[in-house]
Structures are given as structure tokens and as C-alpha cells.
């Protein structure tokens, strides 16, 4: 037995012989590579903390003066009701196009052009055109149909396909904007298929547009049907408030220029054309077209007291989709514009400063690098190098403040904090993914997934199947860089809690938990399969 023990003690089993190989790998290039690595994304971090820190409490100052001095649109801009004209008729309102590009939108069609169609306006000063890409004939002809039904009641309607989806939805309003009788209108109102206006909608808008010339956007705020579905929903509705609340207000009040959020908006035509029309060269074409506008010295106002209900995308797979678009496409979009706004002569130095440096790079590219790469992988990673060490001013205080800023805009969801937290960290991953796609302009650079709406369908469906065990998709559902992440955080705080100082494990230890979750799609509706 001694032989046996001491020949055990002479020749390690494989498994300590691998772990201190690793452990001699590990001290080797820990000093000379790993912490001098770690120091420099710390400090570059902290850089870009402080760059969001900076623009959050700036916005929030604004928005302070804004609701304050009441410097709302009616009183920045001259807005009159339109009136009749007994004299000229109806004539005396301008004509205003409504389109409704859709794809496939069974469940949706006919609430958004219900509520088109039941728009305020004189109906002979009013075309509704709807832009259907759907490649699925059954959804097809049921548009189709709601269209004549429609027609039918005396609505100047019109039903528009075509051939192929190129440019997508850019396409689709392009193509749209091609047809004879487009030619007599002056506003285009555009509305995604999920969008419900209140009947005052053009009543409230088009004024704007008529008494000040130099105005060539006018959007309204988003009103969230479906804000309760799921937690999901309503951390959805944490993130789109502050950016509705703050972001498009600051926006509007001070620079007179935000992004066209691709919905909701009424824009004067003769604008768009200046502009050089929609383009397809990026996910984001509203925001590209917002740009651009801006660029030949157009204003835009943002009505932020007009709600126009729509709905969150409530399943994970859906609202991945989404994210990815409106990461990726706002950073190539930056890459391909950015000399562009340097070299524009039409608008000020600090439209311009506030265009580069606001708008794009700390909102739309360091906002969603810092989230991942600092409280995802830097700060975990301290636990495993105590050599290097982040401030409390930049692990906590900071973080702390520009979250409590970013809830302003949701008061009934502040004891949702923590979820919010942990779930925007979660979709930071994706986030920060998607911002060097659109940066490097690789891979799904391009890519044009249609955000799934369920409208009343789950609803109405579920019951009826719920004797009938769905089948699940292991693929479908499992996202390995989720299940990865979620494994090196768990990891780190397991090392924290045995022998680190940090005592950063709870966070760890939670976040973790939250990237477990994500990974195995255990987040948002769960859509069953038939």
C-alpha cells in the first residue's frame, strides 16, 4: 500500500497534470501579457463610462429645463388648427399619403389599417397606400381583401405589390412613392403594420408642417399595447421610455434633430426628395433618411403628448432580431455618414458635434461596448487577476447613477431595477456583436428579419391547444454565446466567493443566472408549436 501510495504522490494522475500545465501557462503570461491588458480595458473603459456618465446627467439637466420653462413644440413653433375654407372647400387642406408597408402581418393587418382608414381628415384630401411584401399568398389576398372592404366604404385606398423585396421595407416606400398619385400629395404619414393612430392623429401633426416651412419631420411617441404581457415587455418598455421620455425630447427641444424612428412620423415629401429619398444601404433607413434630412439644414419636431399604440415584440427570438438590426445598422451607418456630417457646410458646428459625437458614438456604439465589455468581462476578470482593480467610483457610483437616470422615464417600473439591469446586460452581448458587425461590415451586416407580431393570436390560441404537449427545439432555443458568457461569470464568482476580496460574487452569481436564462430561451412568450 505505501508503494502504491508513494508511486501516486511521484506520477500525477493526467487530470493534476493538465491543471498544472494550465496553472503554469497562466502564471507565464499572466505578468507580461494578461495584466497589462487588463490595466489598459480598464482604463478605457472607465473612459467610456465616464463619456456615458457625461451624456446621461447632460440630458437629464436638459430635460430638467425643458419640463421647467415648458418648452414644448406648440410654443417653439408656430401651430394653428387647420380651418375651413368656404371659399376653396377642401382644397384649402393639403393632400397627405398614408403608407402601411407590411410583410406577412396576419395577425396585425387589419388593426393597422382599421385605424388608417379611420384617420380625421377630409377623405378626399387623404390616400391610404398600402405596401404589402408579403410572400405568403394566403396573407396575400386576405390584405387584399381588406383593402376593397375598405374601398368599398368610400376610402381612397390602394393595395401596392411588387415583384421582389429588394431593399426591404426602404424598397417597399420607395417604390411606393413612384405611383402618379403620389405626385399630388405634400405629407406622407408612414405607420408599421402593428401602429394604431387616434383619429386626430393628422389634426395634431400636420399643422406643424403647414405654418412652419422649414419643419420636415413631425414624430409621435410610441404607447405600448402589450407593455404587461411579460417581464420582458416591460423591461422593453424601461429602455423605449427613457428614449422616447429624454432622448427624443433633448433632441428636439435644443438641436431641432433626432432619429426618424421609422414609424409614427409625418414627413413633408418635398424634404424627403431633398434628401435624396429612402435608401437601403443600412438596416436603419429611417434614421439614415433623419440624417441626411438634417444635413440640407431640415428641423424635425417631436411631439412627445401624441401616443400612437403599437406592440413590443414579446417573444426572445423576435426581439434578438430586432436588437440586431437597430445595433448593427446605426453603427454602419456611422461608419459610412461620419465624414459626410465633417465635411457638411448646411449646419452648425454643434449640430454637428452633437450629431458625431452624441447621437452615434456614445449612444449608439461605446453605450452598448462599455455595458458588455466592462460589466461583463472586465469586471469579472479582476477576480481572477487581483493585480488589477477597478475604482469604486467606476464599478458602482457610476453605474449606479446612469441607471437611476435611464429609469426617470418609467416611475411604475422602479422595483423592476434589477431585472432591468441584469436583462440589458444579458442583451449587451448582442448588442455589442451586432455594433462591430455594423462597424466592420461583415457577416449579417445587411440582414432583414421582420419583427414577429402576435397581436390577440396567443391569446386566442392557447387554450384551445393546451391539452397538447408543444414540441421543443433545442435549437431553437439554446444560444451557445448566452451559455458561454453565463458559464465565465458563474465561474469568476465562484472564484470570488472562495478566495477573492472583490465580493463582487452576488452580482456575479445573479448576472450569471440571467445569461443561464437567456441562453436556454427561458425569457419573453413562449410560442408553442403546432
Known amino acids: 500500500m505505501d508503494r502504491v501510495s508513494s508511486a501516486s504522490n511521484v506520477f500525477p494522475t493526467g487530470r493534476d497534470d493538465i491543471t498544472g500545465q494550465f496553472g503554469l501557462i497562466w502564471q507565464v503570461l499572466k505578468e507580461p501579457l494578461i495584466v497589462p491588458a487588463l490595466k489598459l480595458l ?35 413653433y408656430k401651430w394653428e388648427p387647420m380651418k ?56 396575400k389576398s386576405l390584405v387584399e381583401l381588406e383593402c376593397q372592404r375598405w374601398a368599398s366604404k368610400g376610402i381612397n385606398i390602394k393595395y401596392e405589390i411588387r415583384d421582389n423585396r429588394k431593399g426591404y421595407k426602404a424598397g ?36 406643424f408642417l403647414v405654418h412652419n416651412p422649414e419643419i420636415a419631420l413631425v414624430q409621435a411617441r410610441w ?42 412620423g409625418v414627413w413633408r415629401i418635398s ?9 437601403d444601404r443600412t438596416t436603419v433607413e429611417d434614421m439614415d433618411l433623419a440624417v441626411r434630412a438634417s444635413l440640407k439644414g431640415w428641423k424635425f419636431v417631436y411631439v412627445g403628448d401624441l401616443k400612437v399604440k403599437n406592440e413590443l415584440p414579446s417573444t426572445f427570438k423576435a426581439y434578438r ?41 456614445v449612444r449608439k456604439i461605446v453605450a452598448h461596448i462599455v455595458t458588455f465589455v466592462f460589466y461583463c468581462v472586465v469586471l469579472p476578470s479582476t477576480v481572477l487577476v ?36 441584469l436583462f440589458e446586460n444579458v442583451m449587451s452581448l448582442h448588442r455589442t456583436k451586432a455594433t462591430f458587425i455594423g462597424l466592420l461590415e461583415i457577416g449579417r451586416v445587411n440582414e432583414w428579419v421582420v419583427t414577429e407580431k402576435l ?17 421543443i427545439r433545442i435549437r431553437e432555443r439554446l444560444h451557445l454565446l448566452e451559455l458561454c458568457a453565463g458559464a465565465y461569470l458563474f465561474f469568476c464568482g465562484c472564484y470570488d466567493f472562495a478566495f477573492g476580496k472583490n465580493r463582487y460574487y452576488i452580482f456575479l452569481f445573479l448576472q450569471s443566472i440571467a445569461f443561464f436564462i437567456a441562453a436556454f430561451g427561458y425569457i419573453g412568450t413562449f410560442v408553442p408549436y403546432s
Open 84 to 139: 375651413d375654407d368656404i371659399e376653396v372647400g377642401n382644397s384649402a387642406y393639403p393632400m397627405v399619403l398614408v403608407q402601411i408597408p407590411m410583410y406577412n402581418e396576419k395577425e396585425v393587418y387589419q388593426l393597422s389599417i382599421g385605424a388608417a382608414c379611420g384617420l380625421s381628415w377630409p377623405s378626399d384630401r387623404i390616400i391610404i397606400q398600402v405596401l404589402d411584401d408579403s410572400t405568403d399568398p394566403a396573407i
Open 172 to 207: 417597399a416606400l420607395k417604390e411606393g412613392m413612384k405611383h402618379s398619385y403620389v405626385k399630388q400629395c405634400d405629407y406622407v404619414a408612414i405607420f408599421d403594420a402593428d401602429f394604431q393612430p387616434e383619429p386626430n392623429y393628422l389634426w395634431r401633426t400636420i399643422p
Open 455 to 471: 397581436g390577440d393570436a396567443l391569446k386566442g390560441k392557447l387554450p384551445a391547444k393546451a391539452t397538447k404537449k408543444p414540441r
Open 321 to 361: 432580431y430586432q436588437q440586431h438590426r437597430w445595433s448593427c445598422g446605426p453603427a454602419n451607418l456611422f461608419k459610412k455618414m461620419a465624414i459626410e456630417i465633417v465635411k457638411n457646410k448646411k449646419v452648425s458646428l454643434w449640430k454637428k458635434c452633437y450629431v458625431i459625437y452624441s447621437f452615434f458614438f
Open 386 to 421: 487581483p493585480e488589477v482593480s477597478v475604482p469604486k467610483w467606476g464599478a458602482v457610483y457610476i453605474p449606479s447613477i446612469v441607471t437611476l437616470l435611464n429609469a426617470v422615464g418609467t416611475p411604475r417600473s422602479l422595483h423592476l431595477m434589477v431585472f432591468w439591469i
Open 223 to 264: 404607447k405600448f399595447v402589450n407593455s404587461d404581457e411579460c417581464l420582458m415587455t416591460r423591461m422593453q418598455e424601461m429602455s423605449l421610455d427613457y428614449h422616447f421620455t429624454v432622448e427624443q425630447e433633448v433632441g428636439s427641444a435644443t438641436y431641432a434633430f433626432f432619429g426618424f424612428n421609422g414609424t409614427a
Open 271 to 279: 424634404a424627403v426628395n431633398e434628401a435624396g429619398g429612402w435608401k
Open 42 to 76: 480598464v482604463v478605457v473603459c472607465l473612459g467610456m463610462s465616464i463619456m456615458l456618465f457625461i451624456e446621461r446627467v447632460y440630458m437629464g439637466i436638459v430635460i430638467v429645463f425643458v419640463k421647467l420653462f415648458g418648452k414644448n413644440p406648440n410654443k417653439m
